[in-house]
C-alpha cells in the first residue's frame, strides 16, 4: 500500500537562516541521495519501495513528501526515518535534525473516517502459504523447548510459533549488526540516534550506555540465547542481557506472524503466557522499563552480563572484559 511520509529535517541551532542559494544546495543533495535509493530495507527485512518524493526548502529547513509502498503504515514511517538519519549522516548535513517523519492520512482515509464506514486494515498481510511453510519447517530447529511452552497450542500452531522464534533469532541478530555499523559509524551512543534497529526497543533510561561495543556485547547475548533455544535442555536466562534478549524475540516472532497474516490464527495471548512461564525463571527484567528500581541484584547496567547469582560457570570473554 502507498504512503505519503512527510518529513521537516532543520539545520543546527548555530545555522542562521538559509538564503536562497544554501536552500538551492540542500534541497538538490538531498534530492540527488533520494534518486539513489531503489529499495529500503524495514523492520525485520521488510522492503519498503521508494515511488516519488519532493525536496521544498525554506528558511528555516527542508520539507520532504515522500511517497513509499509498504505493508503497513509503521513500516513506512519507520523506514523513512531510519533511511533519512543515514543519508544525512553521510553528507555535510550530519549535524542536522530530523523533527518530523510521519504518514499523512490519504484522502480516501480522511473519507472513510468522516463517513464512519469501515476501513480495509492498514498493512494486514493475506496468509501466505510459503511463509508458512518456511515457518513449520525452521521449527525443528528449536530444540530447546517442548509443547508445553505455548500452552493450548495445536501441533501446528506450536510449531508456526517456533518457526517465527527461529526466524525472529535471525532478524535479531541481523539488526543487531546494523545497529553496530550505525554507532560505529557516528561514534554516538544510542540516546544521539534517530533510529536504532534493535536497541530502541530496550529500556530507554539507559541510552546514553548503549555504545557500539554494548551493542557488540548484546549481540554476543543474543547469539549465545539463540544457541541455547536450538539446543535441548533450555534453563532460562543465564543473565539480565540474555532475559532481554528473550523479551525481544517474543516481539520478534510475532511480528513474522502477523507479517505472515497467520497471528489471527493462534491463541497468541494463551502462548504468551505458556512461553512466558517456560522461558523465564523471573521477570525482573521488566522493572528495568519502568521507574528506577533499586535493590534487584542483576538489574544494575554494570551487571547485565554477569550471570544470574545463582549460578555458576564460564563467562563468554568478550562479555568478561569490559575492555574487549
Known amino acids: 500500500m502507498e504512503y505519503q511520509v512527510i518529513a521537516e529535517i532543520t539545520p543546527p541551532a548555530t545555522l542562521a537562516q ?15 541521495e533520494l534518486d539513489l535509493l531503489a529499495a529500503v530495507e524495514g523492520p ?6 521508494p515511488i516519488d518524493h519532493t525536496v521544498t526548502a525554506g528558511p528555516t529547513g527542508v520539507a520532504i513528501s515522500w511517497t513509499l509502498d509498504a505493508p503497513a503504515l509503521e513500516f513506512a514511517e519507520h523506514s523513512a526515518r531510519h533511511v533519512l538519519g543515514e543519508v544525512l549522516s553521510r553528507t555535510p548535513l550530519a549535524d542536522w535534525a530530523i523533527t518530523r517523519c510521519e504518514v499523512s492520512a490519504t484522502d480516501e482515509q480522511l473519507e472513510a473516517a468522516l463517513a ?6 492498514v498493512g494486514e498481510a493475506e496468509p501466505d502459504a510459503a511463509t508458512r511453510e518456511e515457518l513449520l519447517a525452521a ?3 528449536l530444540g530447546g523447548l517442548g509443547p508445553e511452552a505455548f500452552g493450548p ?17 535471525e532478524v535479531l541478530t541481523d539488526e543487531l549488526f546494523q545497529d553496530i555499523q550505525g554507532l560505529e559509524d ?4 544510542a540516546s544521539e540516534q534517530d533510529t536504532l534497529w534493535v536497541l530502541d526497543e530496550l529500556p ?5 550506555e548503549y555504545t557500539a561495543l554494548f551493542a557488540k556485547q548484546f549481540l554476543v547475548s543474543a547469539v549465545i540465547v539463540g544457541h541455547r533455544l536450538c539446543r535441548p535442555g533450555w534453563d532460562g536466562p543465564h543473565s539480565t542481557a540474555e532475559a532481554l534478549v528473550v523479551h525481544l524475540l517474543r516481539t520478534a516472532a510475532e511480528t513474522q506472524l502477523e507479517l505472515a497474516g497467520l497471528a489471527d490464527e493462534l491463541p497468541l ?15 525482573d527484567h521488566l522493572l528495568l522499563y519502568e521507574a528506577e528500581q533499586d535493590g534487584v541484584k542483576g538489574l544494575d547496567f554494570a551487571d547485565w552480563f554477569r550471570p544470574k547469582p545463582e549460578l555458576t560457570g564460564s563467562l563468554h570473554p568478550y562479555l568478561a572484559d569490559p575492555e574487549a
Open 18 to 32: 538559509l538564503d536562497e542559494l544554501q536552500q538551492h544546495g540542500v534541497s538538490s543533495l538531498l534530492s540527488d
Open 153 to 169: 497450542a495445536t501441533e501446528e500452531q506450536a510449531r508456526l510459533f517456533a518457526g517465527a522464534l527461529v526466524l525472529g533469532i
Open 44 to 49: 525485520d527485512g521488510v522492503e519498503v519501495e
Open 204 to 208: 530507554e533510561r539507559f541510552a546514553d
Open 116 to 121: 464512519d464506514e469501515p476501513e480495509e486494515p
Open 269 to 283: 495471548e494463551d502462548i504468551f503466557t505458556a512461553f512466558d512461564e517456560a522461558v523465564f525463571a523471573d521477570f
Open 186 to 189: 557516528s561514534e554516538l551512543p
Open 139 to 141: 521449527a525443528d530447529q
